[in-house]
């Protein structure tokens, strides 16, 4: 039963060779993967067909384990299969490739992940999945979009088989070492103690000075080849560079600063070398290009014109597997788009409904009418006086007219719009019959159908999130004829991917609902989760425990499939004593499983879902287990090298990591952060304790970054520090204030205090080096840089200068941060407070008004907003606001130029202005400091100020009196000085 | 019917997998063949199995031909089979994985042809052949014996087969560019471009400065691996030196001399590498070496004892193919051997035939002996002392002698021998039966049998020209049970290789000849060679013309073959513009094939001799066409490129060829002959025309070695330097020299003086630097350019001072060579003359005697030698010689130290001693110039000489009187002086 690595390439090459693929052979250099070598590089290029399969030996040096990891190697050995065109079924002749292995279907989940590829290290991106066998990435399934910088017209699929995991797949084995690679040899016997020589190479021997000169010399014949005309000797260098630099990269060579830089001529080198390509194919009129006999389906059907009254509408669009979000972005769009184009097409129907599934989007309309309604339009023609003769006949003008709206020419009538006559035509309509207005509609409403990342796949050249594959689309049991993006609709649907998606027939719209649950789909998303969470909380509750369900990933989940089973597996528990974070992270982000825990603590199992039935379920169980038992024992192969040094032993390294050119490493971050936290630490008020841990956590918080742990799982920053801060004895405080940096509301105070610094450093830095964020572009994250300094403010509640904190954080910049820049920074920062302040509800008027004045105190500055919203929504606001603005107004008119006027209690000549000066007098003793004091004021003067302004002419004509008179108003008016400015409000 | 290169490649993977191979992937560095994959060259170190296959695309830039050779390229495609240990028939394998290929031996003439594959860059070395299909070779056949500079044990045997070539040889196509590569693309369409594009980056566009610092870089790193351990990653910088000294020597940016370094470094490095693994499979314990039952056939069945009357014995060794000339020297040694051998076996016989063939040696004799004749040996004891106590009865020491010889003691003898007494046994032996006493004897006899090189095979460690697969031995018709070298003897032979070696049961040694010519085989070897004689005459006749059959051909072709059947083919005759040498040379010396010529032009035919009858002779004769004309297209490419350039302007790019690194480039060589030619010009009296000739072809002589077409084919050195001279407008006697310059004897004089310039040159130059042969080694042929300077002057009969013409050339050398270097080259020289002189048959003595005085003139010195040889065998010589004989040694023994005496005629005193003054003084009026003169005055000299001695006493008392006499005797000694020393002839 059990299969020989050599068998598989031996019968992957028969299965490629059989559907008329060239089998070629490996590079003769060494490359990271089948992609790179000219067999894909180069013939992606271009409009030429080309169909080739064969086997990449591909070396990643960083991927080393010294032959100890049982699943990750420095060299891994790819199948690779390019398909150029589409052959319009490459998902189906992949899974008849893995049947071929022995790979059936039915007995394992086999699930198409999206993944979008890139390399933009080659400037190449594209579209597809990681094909997923029982939870074990073993394929990378792409249609390339770009090349070498080069769009790919026609685009070509990309199957990329990962051979070793398929033998341990085929195997149920544990690790690959033991597996036959052939002959009764097995693949550690080969390959093991190679794995553990060339890793020593790669992270210990390899001499960096050296394999940098070798980068030089083959940058430079590249350069010459290029320069020569020589495409493949080019290419060939470039391969070269790739390789040493990934030793460079491995030895730990590379800061990220010169990391851009190599990706940047590598990348050039690439892309001269796919456009030298091109031209050259062009030159020589693309000699594989032979003449292929159009044979596109020949007409689309016409569309019936006779319908027997209302019918039931169904429109299913057949998709290769769309990622989870595109499931939810055509739902919203569906859902939008359907009633109005109804409307758009005076169709009349009642019940819309919208189903999504990550193989199917699905309108439903029922008693959608047979046909349009009559009706009449008006419609303009020529001017009466050119229409018409004097007689009132019409002339060839009026002749034309006539014919073209298809009327008698006796009866245009003659309407005056504006001064001038025009003759008008009342054009009578027939309704259309609907399957007509569908036939045309349709293709458009595919076409309006639009994701944020989409694709092209066939000469067709629409773009999808994913290739469209079949339509069924009914009006009763009538197929509505159309052809879009190469494919022609129907009434053949497709079933589960499980079941090797059989044809299924939509005898009816009707009956489409019992057709496809009978075919095992789920339609409804709601169905799908709730049966998900129902299994998974079952199976939790099997082994005593509780299910982690999260929000997004039961979303995801639920998006990934069309016919949830659960699958709970087990772990070895051993592995428990790993970072519960990397557990959760592996298990979630990795392999979309729910953990379990009990009391808190997480359980040694897990539970996946599964695409289909439970049949063969074992096998699936086993597989998944494998899969999570592998990617654990490559964190526990991390965390165990790591732990070797203690945290504060890895802050060194981080002069290795440039943080960016102009601003130095990330070890002079790490050391400007721990300035200015000793500035923030009084300004945020924290107790002894708390300076203690902060300085302490302002240390070591960044030391985590050059883990192996870190490297490898990024998302993990911070939670890796605080783990590793804990396990090399640090105080609990600590640990927890390096885990909080980069949540964006720490919960403690010295967590708070480091994350300030942080944010506020690469805000102030990175402005100050011209790299503010420009329209869409924010690729320093500053946008969550700035939400994450005034967030925590605002829930912690906290008084705090940003003005004074932006010019400390100045002061430690290696590059000079002027007053401009930091009022820019400041800005920017206010920007980003009004945005958090209105997320909580307030009104945009309420926040303007708050923020004109308290923008550099966030705390301060939600209080005041909380507070100004109470009063606008006082019923008695509109007595209060009138008054104090006719005040702020009136002053704003005398451009006084912010002078303040002395008041001579002498010259009052009215008792109105005599009252209202004592009342500010007795009201306003000392300065209001919040919204509420200010207001109190200001209702106690109203009563005052509409007396005065009734009898009181502000503008006298003697300057004395008036002057003294605008003194009092802009007393009332500076009351809200500091605090708010309330004249964007509503109603001011 | 056509095949793709993919589906030979795809079956050959399936063959190699279902015998047992592993089935793994081409190497990610570039290499120059398969055999440098760490699968073929680590894994066959050490003595654990190893059976792989894998296809291996091999870069070997000088190969480029910019995609317009269609059958030369930089990158062609190996499949390589490694099976270790030998399998046992391999051979059959190999023809059955064919067969998988279509290729049917009955349809085609398959052939074993003799290789040494030897790879000095990696210390690398192996026998085997290379098999040819129709002429064409598409495989080598290799048992490799070292590698890494390591001995193999076991052997693997390495199997390359050349897809290109097959897929050619395949579909009978004339070049590779329009064939299916698969998938309906060819090969052309995937590989000509890439083709052209490396052929130009090797020859013109890469960085001689960069690729030198890259080997510098790879070079350094593998050291750094090999320090570490990191054998793998130290053998892929190996190959990575390797590939960039390629680049470097297709630049021609290598001299001969750095060549050497490079490669001395390479070597070095791979032997290294090989070292280390050997030792870390031996510190692992080699683990694949899996314990593996001994199924080695049982034991040997005894010989019978009853055999009834005299037999005929024969004895058949069967081996794989070999060696033309190995098939010979099995002859000899067999046809000396085996009547000996049966002498001291004692058994009697009557006609013994020898015959061998590539496939068979055979032993026949007719009548052996049922058994050895009983005999008695007399033995000799113990001293009679010892034996026999006083009373004559045995001691313990007689008892125990006549103990071991199975005698009763009371039959010991008391003999006498020298002085003292011994007893003996007289030992009775009964004759044992010739079978066990062949059972013996055979495998001893296989033993002896020796080869210039051999090799081992199998775990017998047995060195044999080739292995060794069967021994049919037969008395009557009962089989000599033995075991050699892993082989079992029987009765069973095997038939042609072309009819797939069917097995062949001879049932008596009488019937083994008719047996095995109705299998088709001629085992006469003048059998054979008559045979061919006659088909090619009669196929030459066919197209009116003479074949060309060249005694060496023809023996190597019947060593070759064991069913002759002539084939005649075709080439263009545009070819027939190609130089007649190379034309002669390829089809001659590449090929095997007997050209045709017509009143001395070479006729556009060839005639190639098949293995197997005349079945599918067609099929045979297309294969061998295309061969040839693909060879033919290649020299024409050259020739083609080589003619763009006048020869003259070849001749400052000797500056890039190192003649040696004391003596400088070959162009400073060529400027030392010029100035040479200048002092031979007088001393050889060349006329005045013949020395402008002579200069001129001194000035062009060895321009032609920077020619392509010299380079691909060295052999042709001067020959194409003198067809490229006539082509340049060069007058025909210069062209004429330079193309004698090779040759041992030229036969213009022009010719002469250019080949004695250039050999003399390399005689002083490296002797000077100290390079002289040592022992058996010679590296620079300077034997060989000896025998090409005395040879020539004694062919031409020029008298010449060699010693003069050494010093001449040692004013020219760049490092000093003193007289006693100068004395050393001439004696070398005269050890030369002295062996010409002998293979020309004159007597030791007699040449010793002349060049003992006239060696540094070989033409005199050859004259002499004849002379002086017609004397020794006259009738009277010994009434001549002793005469003579007797002053000179009268001289000699008076010590004068050459002094010469004065003679005084009135100091003599007898009237013997004034008449032979007076017959010196009438005979001897000039000095003698040649042997004939000499003697001729030593004849009229003998009866006053014969006279002299039988009265007179030179040793008088009286010194006057004394020196007088020996004043007389030293005249005639003397007058042979520079014409010979007579002392050492027979009986002198």
């Given at each position: 039963m059990s299969s020989s690595f050599q068998e598989i390439i031996l019968k992957l090459q028969d299965f490629w060779a059989s559907k008329g693929c060239l089998i070629t052979q490996p590079y003769y250099t060494q490359v990271?993967?089948?992609?790179?070598n000219p067999a894909t590089f180069l013939r992606v290029l271009g409009p030429e067909p080309w169909n080739v399969a064969y086997v990449e030996p591909s070396v990643r040096p960083?991927?080393?384990r010294y032959g100890e990891n049982p699943n990750r190697f420095q060299l891994h050995t790819q199948f690779q299969v390019i398909l150029k065109?589409?052959?319009?079924?490459p998902q189906e002749l992949y899974l008849e490739s893995l049947k071929a292995l022995g790979i059936d279907p039915r007995q394992h989940d086999i699930r198409f992940v999206e993944d979008n590829w890139e390399q933009p290290a080659i400037s190449a991106w594209g579209l597809g999945w990681e094909v997923w066998l029982d939870g074990q990435e073993i394929t990378q399934f792409t249609y390339f979009q770009q090349m070498g910088g080069v769009a790919l017209d026609p685009v070509s699929v990309e199957i990329t088989y990962g051979l070793e995991r398929i033998l341990i797949a085929l195997n149920n084995a544990?690790?690959?070492?033991?597996?036959?690679?052939?002959?009764?040899?097995t693949y550690g016997e080969i390959r093991r103690q190679e794995e553990f020589e060339h890793s020593k190479y790669y992270f210990e021997v390899a001499d960096v000075e050296r394999v940098r000169a070798m980068y030089d010399l083959f940058s430079a014949e590249a350069d010459a080849c290029l320069a020569a005309g020589l495409i493949v000797p080019a290419h060939d260098y470039v391969l070269k560079c790739s390789h040493s630099f990934n030793i460079l990269d491995t030895r730990g060579a590379i800061s990220v600063a010169e990391r851009q830089a190599f990706f940047r001529r590598i990348r050039e080198l690439a892309r001269q070398v796919a456009l030298s390509y091109e031209e050259q194919r062009k030159n020589l009129e693309y000699p594989l290009l032979k003449k292929t006999t159009d044979?596109?389906?020949s007409t689309i059907a016409k569309p019936s014109s006779?319908?027997?009254g209302p019918s039931s509408f169904l429109l299913e669009i057949g998709v290769e597997e769309l990622p989870a979000s595109d499931v939810d972005i055509a739902y919203e769009q569906l859902s939008q788009r359907i009633p109005t184009l109804l409307d758009e097409l005076r169709l009349d129907h009642k019940d819309i409904r919208i189903f999504t599934t990550p193989r199917r989007l699905v309108v439903s309309v029922a008693s959608l009418s047979p046909n349009q309604p009559d009706r009449e339009d008006l419609v303009k023609g020529p001017p009466a006086d050119k229409a018409l003769d004097k007689d009132g006949k019409p002339t060839q003008a009026g002749l034309g007219f006539a014919k073209k709206n298809n009327i008698?020419?006796?009866?245009l009538e003659v309407r005056e719009e504006g001064n001038n006559k025009y003759v008008f035509a009342l054009v009578k309509q027939t309704g259309r019959p609907t399957p007509e207005v569908l036939a045309e509609a349709l293709p458009k409403l595919v076409a309006e159908i639009k994701f944020e990342k989409s694709m092209r796949w066939n000469e067709s050249a629409v773009a999808f999130s994913r290739p469209i594959r079949w339509y069924v689309a009914l009006l009763g049991d009538m197929v509505i004829p159309f052809e879009y993006a190469g494919v022609v609709s129907g009434n053949i649907s497709r079933g589960l991917r499980p079941y090797d998606s059989p044809e299924v027939k939509i005898t009816s719209a009707d009956k489409y609902f019992d057709i496809i649950r009978e075919a095992?789909?789920?339609?409804?998303k709601e169905e799908r989760k709730a049966a998900i969470v129902a299994q998974v909380n079952e199976a939790a509750h099997l082994v005593g425990g509780e299910a982690i369900i999260e929000d997004g990933l039961l979303n995801e989940v639920t998006n990934l499939i069309e016919m949830p089973t659960a699958v709970m597996g087990e772990f070895?528990?051993?592995?428990?004593?790993?970072?519960r974070d990397v557990l959760i992270s592996v298990m979630?982000?990795?392999?979309r499983y729910f953990p379990i825990q009990k009391n808190g603590k997480l359980l040694a199992h897990f539970i996946a879902i599964r695409n289909?039935?439970?049949?063969h379920i074992d096998i699936v169980r086993e597989g998944n287990e494998h899969v999570l038992g592998a990617r654990f024992a490559d964190a526990n192969f991390f965390v165990r090298e790591d732990v070797k040094?203690?945290?504060?032993?890895?802050?060194?390294?981080?002069?290795?990591?440039?943080?960016?050119t102009k601003l130095g490493s990330m070890l002079d971050k790490s050391e400007r952060i721990e300035k200015l936290i000793n500035d923030l630490i009084p300004m945020l008020k924290l107790e002894k304790d708390e300076a203690i841990f902060a300085r302490r956590a302002a240390h070591l918080m960044?030391?985590?970054?050059?883990t192996q742990m870190c490297t490898e799982m990024t998302s993990l920053q911070g939670i890796i520090g605080c783990e590793y801060a804990l396990r090399s004895g640090e105080q609990n405080d600590i640990a927890v204030a390096i885990g909080e940096?980069?949540?964006?509301?720490?919960?403690t105070k010295p967590g708070l205090a480091a994350a300030l610094a942080d944010r506020l450093d690469s805000l102030v830095g990175l402005f100050a080096a011209g790299l503010a964020p420009t329209g869409a572009k924010d690729p320093f994250g500053l946008r969550r840089a700035a939400i994450g300094v005034v967030q925590p403010l605002i829930e912690h509640d906290v008084d705090f200068d940003l003005a004074d904190a932006v010019k400390k954080s100045a002061k430690t910049q290696p590059i000079e941060c002027n007053d401009e820049a930091q009022a820019k920074i400041l800005e920017f920062i206010t920007g980003r407070l009004s945005v958090v302040l209105k997320d909580l509800g307030y009104k945009h008027d309420v926040v303007e008004a708050v923020l004109a004045q308290q923008s550099a105190n966030p705390a301060a500055s939600a209080r005041a907003v909380k507070q100004l919203s109470a009063w606008v929504s006082r019923e008695d606001w509109q007595s209060i606001l009138p008054g104090y603005a006719r005040c702020v107004r009136i002053i704003r008119s005398a451009n006084l130029d912010d002078r303040p006027l002395t008041i001579d209690?002498?010259?009052?000549?009215e008792k109105e202005e005599k009252d209202l000066y004592a009342a500010i007098q007795s009201s306003a003793v000392h300065r209001p400091s919040s919204i509420d004091e200010f207001l109190e004021i200001i209702v106690k003067l109203i009563p005052s100020i509409n007396a005065f302004f009734d009898k009181?002419?502000?503008?006298?004509?003697?300057k004395k009196v008036k002057e003294n008179r605008l003194g009092l108003l802009q007393r009332i008016a500076k009351l809200s000085d500091g605090i708010a400015d309330l004249s964007p409000l509503e109603g001011f």
């Open positions: 990271g993967a089948g992609t790179m960083d991927d080393g065109p589409d052959p319009g079924n544990k690790a690959i070492w033991n597996e036959d690679y052939g002959a009764g040899v044979d596109r389906p006779i319908v027997n008698d020419p006796s009866s095992g789909v789920l339609l409804d070895n528990s051993e592995f428990l004593t790993l970072p979630k982000k990795h392999q289909g039935d439970d049949i040094l203690k945290l504060e032993e890895y802050r060194p390294k981080l002069s290795s990591l440039t943080f960016h960044k030391a985590d970054l050059v940096q980069y949540q964006t509301v720490p919960q209690d002498k010259a009052f000549i009181v002419l502000v503008m006298a004509e003697d």
